[in-house]
Every structure is written in structure tokens, then in C-alpha cells.
């Protein structure tokens, strides 16, 4: 806990940016996944688009200790209206393999986002989850 405080105060980082440094650095260290995911899970709401991303992003670097967080980043992938966030969820549920949580569906509406980016990560994203099947997945699940 004293060098999350300390992160934070000295970086002027956001509780889920420094909580994401401490998750990389750590690796299988004292930092316990399951806490680390719902704290960042908690941060998903927040009203500041960069501590949103933040929390995207050190979710997505949790891979599958993440998966509790499939449905909130499916809401973001296709609802957050900033599109940074959106980018970062659908490569974030991509890298947790979220097939199992139904993500699909969400990446698959994001494959048609206004910018390019989000599309291109959404895309991306699938072909991680479904492989092969992925044209069909989507085609089954939009």
C-alpha cells in the first residue's frame, strides 16, 4: 500500500494508473488479482476519460484475472463516449479472451465505430477471441 501512496503522490498518478504500474511491475508479486480487478473495475465509472483509460488498459494487462471486468468493458467498448477508452476496451477484452463473457456481440457493433481505431481494435480483438470462427461469431452474435 506504501508504494501505491507513494506512485500516486509522486507521478501525480491516478489511483487506477498507479495501481496498473504496480500490477506490471509486480507481476506475480504481493499484489493480490481478484482486489486489483474490482478496484480497477471501480475506476471504469469514473468521470475523468483519462483515469477511464487507465483502468482499460491495466485490466486488458491482467489478461484472464481480468474476466469480471467483460461486461463493464463491453458497455465501455460500445457506449463510452470517449474514444480513447473505446479503443482500449475492445483490445483489452481481446486480450483477456473474453469469448466466454459474451463480448462478441459489443466488439462486433464496435467493428462499425465512426473512427477507424476502435473499429480496427474491435476487429483485431475477435480474431483474438474466436480465431478461425471469427467471421461466423460475428455473423451469429450482431
Known sequence: MKSFLLLMAAFGLTAAAALGLLIKVSGDGPIS??????????????????????????????GADARD?????????????????????????GKIGASIGGSVPALAFAMQDKDRSVA???????????????RRAVQAKS
Request: proline share 4%; charged share 20%.
Open 33 to 62: 488479482p481478484a482486489v486489483d480487478a474490482q478496484t480497477l473495475i471501480d475506476q471504469l465509472g469514473h468521470p475523468d476519460a483519462e483515469t477511464r483509460r487507465h483502468a482499460v488498459q491495466a485490466l486488458g494487462d491482467m
Open 69 to 93: 471486468a467483460i461486461p463493464a468493458l463491453s458497455n465501455l467498448v460500445v457506449h463510452d463516449a470517449n474514444v480513447g477508452v473505446r479503443r482500449y476496451a475492445a483490445c483489452a477484452l
Open 120 to 134: 480496427r481494435e474491435a476487429t483485431e480483438a475477435v480474431h483474438k477471441i474466436e480465431g478461425n470462427n471469427a
